[in-house]
């Protein structure tokens, strides 16, 4: 059957004290919207509809940068789950299958959890994601019959003996989207908040003799994001989590808790990565490379037998091949650096194209920008560029040529050829001496007349 997926994403989020909508706040490096979005990407859905409310606008932008396809609805007033729900009937108008409900501030539910309860929704008409809470504080509350979900009652409208159950909902819901949209007609907001309750269509389904169900997760997925202290605890969750998978994959790391990885960072077997590296959205690094102590990457792809850092910064659009060398305060953005090239010490490539095997001199610098626009550089195979070197781009470097150390670069230069552009050298004899003696003199004059 199809999956539809629905991410509740109206929300203002007010204990979170921001101008940035809940749902857009990063973790891992992405609005964690985006974490939610991928784990029901997983599910291969027909259609995803995103509930939009505060900041709809932010969040549209947000939502379509990820996955151009989703249709993001709006829902003007918050009057409850229910409602929110309501709001994505017309934009799934010709869909049908089991819709997956999802919440944007809620985002660590797996996709095996969802697969879980798609296969649950095959043989029950509702199922609900719950879990058992350390803490239930306001959770709403699962009222089971044996394996019959009978319905959830809210904290605020629950009776002491209810508040005593720890079987808690997540929010996560699955059910066939024709049946979710049919029930939801006939949810009231007869309630403590005056709200219309998606969960209250649990006790509706019952009372329809329709068979309702219960798939529990660890807490640990559920985990619901209202304050940014929990945005730091959903953080440090994450990273604890990401960095144990990649050492179960297979990867060194130095000193664990100093690496940061981002959502989707992928790292091969045998890379070793050393303290304090950081890695930003877009990250891949394939087998056996290296990245040395307070490495900054983001966007960027890392070949085999690369060694990058320490302290070196790469950022979008870095392509670094096999057995590359990127050392010490070396940036490079949007650039192709081949097989066996060496930028060693101290550069900044940025809008290039190093060519296998050549070696970048320390302090060199591409100068790619005008102040208007940017434009390319392209060094050849086996070049030398001198340490020093000003490439002024657009500028092309032909294979195995040379550039002498302090050159600013304007015109292209020929394969093999060795291209100076700096101020002749010229020497005075006996000069450097009859210079001190000079200014001792003028010294000695101006302390006897003071
Ligand atoms: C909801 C559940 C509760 C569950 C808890 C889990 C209901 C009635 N209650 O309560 O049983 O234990 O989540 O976290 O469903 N939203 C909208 N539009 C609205 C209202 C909410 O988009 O009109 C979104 C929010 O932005 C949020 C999500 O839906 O992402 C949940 O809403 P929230 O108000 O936080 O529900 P809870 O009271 O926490
Ligand atoms: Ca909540």
């Known amino acids: 059957m199809n999956t539809i997926l629905i991410i509740l994403a109206a929300g203002k989020g007010t204990r979170m004290n921001s101008e940035l909508p809940k749902v857009l706040h990063p973790i891992a490096g992405e609005p964690m919207l985006v974490h939610a979005m991928a784990a029901g990407t997983l599910l291969e859905p027909e259609r995803t509809v995103i509930v939009a409310g505060h900041g709809a606008d932010a969040v549209t ?4 940068d990820y996955d151009e396809t989703v249709i993001v609805v709006v829902q003007d007033e918050q009057l409850g789950t229910a409602h929110a729900v309501a709001q994505a009937k017309n934009a799934l108008a010709g869909f049908t299958g089991i819709a997956i409900v999802l919440y944007g501030d809620t985002p660590f539910v797996s996709s095996d959890t969802l697969k879980r309860m798609l296969r649950a929704a095959e043989r029950a008409d509702v199922v609900v994601l719950g879990f058992e809470a350390a803490d239930a504080g306001r959770y709403g509350r699962l009222i089971m019959e044996g394996a019959s979900l009978e319905r959830i009652v809210e904290y605020t ?6 508040r005593m159950i720890t079987l808690c909902n997540s929010g996560v819901i699955a059910c066939k989207s024709d049946l979710l949209f049919d029930l939801i007609d006939t949810v009231g907001n007869d309630n403590a908040a005056s709200e219309y309750y998606l969960t209250d269509i649990i006790a509706l389904a019952r009372a329809r003799g329709l068979s309702a169900t219960a798939v529990t997760c660890d807490e640990a997925e559920t985990l619901g994001i209202n304050s940014r202290a929990q945005l730091a605890q959903a953080e440090a969750a994450f990273q604890l989590r990401a960095r144990a998978t990649l050492m179960e994959d297979g990867v ?6 100093t690496v940061f990885l981002a959502r989707d960072t992928v790292i091969g077997r045998d890379t070793l990565i050393e303290p304090n590296v950081f890695f930003g959205p877009g990250v891949t690094v394939e087998s056996g ?3 040395r102590a307070f490495s900054h990457l983001e966007g960027c792809h890392v070949s085999r037998g690369a060694v990058v850092g320490p302290y070196a910064r790469l950022r979008p659009g870095t392509e670094l091949e096999e057995n590359t060398r990127v050392g010490n305060f070396v940036e490079i953005k949007n650039a192709v650096v081949a097989e066996g090239a060496k930028i060693n010490h101290l550069s900044y490539v940025g809008d290039a194209f190093v060519g296998a095997r050549a070696n970048i001199g320390a302090g060199t610098i591409t100068c790619n920008y005008d102040g208007v626009m940017k434009h390319h550089t392209h060094i050849g195979a086996r070049a030398f560029i001198g340490s020093n070197t000003m490439l002024v781009a657009p500028v092309h470097i032909g294979d195995g040529a040379m550039t002498g150390s302090g050159s600013v670069i304007t015109s292209d230069v020929e394969p093999d050829a060795l291209a100076l552009a700096r101020a002749p050298q ?6 450097a001496r009859k210079l001190i003696e000079m200014l001792k003199a003028k010294k000695a004059r101006t302390q006897r007349g003071s």
């Open 426 to 431: 010229v020497e005075k004899p006996g000069m």
């Open 252 to 257: 060194t790391l130095q000193a664990p808790d």
């Open 157 to 162: 409208d629950a009776s002491e003996a209810e």
């Open 289 to 291: 490379a290296r990245i």
């Open 61 to 64: 932008a947000a939502a379509i």
